[in-house]
């Protein structure tokens, strides 16, 4: 199937907006407002022709993949559905919209099925799951605190959001990234500190314009981390078939453990003690199979789970499956990995898995910054520093009007830019390749050293829009009309 995207936060985040942000349409039962409108799971996918499905119907469906969430009840069945449009983002992508996590008093009303647990089951099939803050309500409630815990072991999933960052200056701005990474780590207890994304994903006008910038180039990040779902989903689906196949070994040694060591009589007591002492029991398979701590279940989770069992109706250990378990895990897995470089090369080269469509579709206005300052102008944009420039070059040791890469080295390296640098600033520079430069190419290079200096990257290839007017004849290979 295609990459899940799983969007969670506390109703008013924007999780739907940020939907239809992306997808740039609206979609069957989508419900916008400040108050909690997405009382759903929301499923959406793409068809030809609109329409819903609600999700008893989803549930039976053979061809689908949520036949597992039955075992949430007929209540939440009726909180599932699924929505079809045709838009071009679907193609690469599936997406789902949860329920506003609730907040003050709405969070004492109880949704009648496991919210919690059906969090769970979807973040462990996402591919990518997206935290959204709202920038003006950070404060988490209970119930947003259980999600997040309850997702937490999908952490290389996850991907935090600030919304709606626009509504506040640089330093009111600061302050909230700031209480909200002090929030997150009270929470994650991850050792590492999380990326958080600061932006405004939806199409009106900025409140506060000053930080545009800022948020394009969050929202570039973001959307770059999306692009690359499609194409390495076969990495991700092999990542999730290592960890299941681990996860169901463990599982099938701590209960046939647990079955040998049943008595003919007390079972009762004795099976109260092994649960008491179930620490001690991961302990000893541990160091008997050497697996690492991480690989087993929550203890507290696991005990509560098995007091529901006869622990002497266990099934009894199959080694010949463990050793094929283990097998996979050593042979095959390594196999299968050491194809993927060669099909995600493909892949890129043939364009297959770009998401496209929506906001994923590139358009800018005939302006730039950095390398692209000047795009769409009639002008050469390096003729607006090309007299300062030209002063400098008529210092210079000239041959025949031209410079030497000696001499042009003397006087690029007063930039202090690294010599890795300034050669690839020379290579495009020296658009003849003849190895010397006129004062178009050093007045260009110099321009190139301008754009570094003020923290932009320098294109592999020289842009047309860059090319001296002198050389353009020369250079239409290079695709300058």
């Known amino acids: 199937g295609k990459p899940l995207v799983m969007l969670i936060g506390q109703y008013s985040t924007g999780k739907t907006t940020f939907i239809r942000y992306l997808l740039e349409r609206d979609f069957p039962g989508m419900r916008i407002g400040p108050e909690p409108t997405t009382d759903n799971f929301h499923i959406i996918s793409h068809a030809e022709e609109e329409g819903k499905i609600p999700g008893n119907v989803l549930a039976v469906d053979s061809s689908k993949p949520f036949r597992h969430l039955q075992q949430f009840g007929g209540t939440f069945l009726t909180r599932f559905e699924s929505s079809q449009t045709n838009a071009e983002v679907l193609k690469s992508v599936t997406i789902l919209d949860t329920p506003g996590v609730l907040a003050g008093e709405k969070q004492l009303v109880n949704r009648g099925y496991e919210f919690t647990g059906v969090l769970k089951w979807f973040a462990e099939r996402a591919d990518r799951i997206i935290l959204l803050f709202d920038a003006h309500k950070l404060d988490i409630s209970d119930e947003f605190k259980s999600a997040i815990q309850a997702i937490r072991k999908n952490e290389d999933k996850i991907r935090i959001v600030l919304n709606k960052a626009d509504m506040m200056n640089h330093q009111q701005l600061m302050r909230v990234y700031g209480a909200l990474m002090w929030s997150l780590a009270r929470i994650l207890h991850n050792p590492e500190v999380s990326r958080v994304y600061v932006g405004s994903f939806w199409n009106q006008p900025l ?23 499609p194409r390495n989903a076969t990495v991700r689906r092999l990542n999730d078939l290592i960890k299941r196949a681990t996860w169901a070994k463990v599982n099938a040694l701590i209960i046939s453990h647990l079955k040998c060591q049943m008595p003919m009589l007390g079972k009762d007591g004795k099976k109260k003690d092994l649960i008491k002492k179930l620490d001690e029991v991961y302990k000893k398979i541990q160091d008997e199979h050497n697996i690492p701590a991480a690989d087993f279940p929550d203890i507290d989770n696991m005990r509560e789970k098995l007091k529901k069992f006869d622990f002497s109706k266990f099934p009894v250990l199959h080694k010949e499956l463990i050793a094929k378990v283990d097998k996979m895990l050593a042979e095959d897995i390594p196999r299968l ?33 950095g390398a692209d300052e000047g795009v769409g102008e009639r002008d050469w944009i390096v003729n607006r520093d090309k007299v300062k420039y030209d002063n400098v070059y008529n210092t210079l040791e000239q041959v025949d009007g031209k410079i030497t890469g000696r001499v042009a080295r003397e006087e690029l390296i007063k930039s202090k830019l690294p010599s890795k640098e300034l050669g690839k600033i ?33 294109p592999e290839e020289l842009p047309a829009h860059l090319i001296p007017p002198s050389h353009r004849d020369g250079a239409q290979q290079n695709g300058f009309d």
């Open 426 to 458: 020379w290579r495009l520079a020296d658009v003849d390749h003849d190895g010397l430069l006129d004062d178009e190419e050093f007045a260009l290079a110099m321009h190139l050293i301008k754009v570094k200096t003020e923290g932009h990257q320098i």
């Open 207 to 229: 409140q506060y314009a000053a930080n545009r910038d800022l948020f394009e180039m969050e929202q570039d990040d973001l959307f770059a981390d999306l692009q690359e779902l």
């Open 337 to 369: 990995m050491s194809l993927m470089p060669r099909e995600q090369m493909d892949k890129k080269l043939g364009g297959i898995g770009m998401i496209k469509g929506g906001v994923f579709t590139k358009l800018a206005m005939p302006v730039g910054t």
